[in-house]
Nanobody
């Protein structure tokens, strides 16, 4: 069975950095996509970033572009989301999710993702 385990959340001051981890298991081949999503209190869950495990390509929501970086380790088992220059509006529960590649380029559509990890809380506050 495919499983995703997200971790690394916590409390950080504005302007600080935090790294999230998503451990992925159960895929036979490294041909899947990982999406990071977040849900702030009172708001809908939104896409944050996307990574293709096939070729390493990435994309980001405009709100986090140039501040967040998604990457994977050499074994392809863990996906990292490095978050820099954090803002209070980045406060949310963060989720990682996985899907098989499709021709639908709308990486931010939650309905495209087959597998979800549990969320991890990120709080940006002084």
């Amino acid at each position: 069975d495919v499983q995703l385990q997200a971790s690394g959340g916590g409390l950080v001051q504005p302007g600080g950095s935090l790294g999230l981890f998503c451990v992925v298991s159960g895929f036979i081949f490294d041909d899947y996509d990982i999406g990071w999503f977040r849900q702030a209190p009172g708001k809908e869950r939104e896409g944050v970033s996307w990574l293709s495990m096939r070729d390493g390509s990435t994309t980001y929501a405009d709100s986090v572009k140039s501040r967040f970086t998604v990457s994977t380790d050499s074994a392809g088992n863990t996906v990292f989301l490095q978050m820099n220059s954090l803002k209070p509006e980045d406060t949310a529960v963060y989720y990682c999710a996985a899907k098989y590649p499709t021709y639908d380029s709308r990486w931010y559509l939650q309905s495209l993702y087959d597998y979800w990890g549990q969320g991890t809380q990120v709080t940006v506050s002084s």
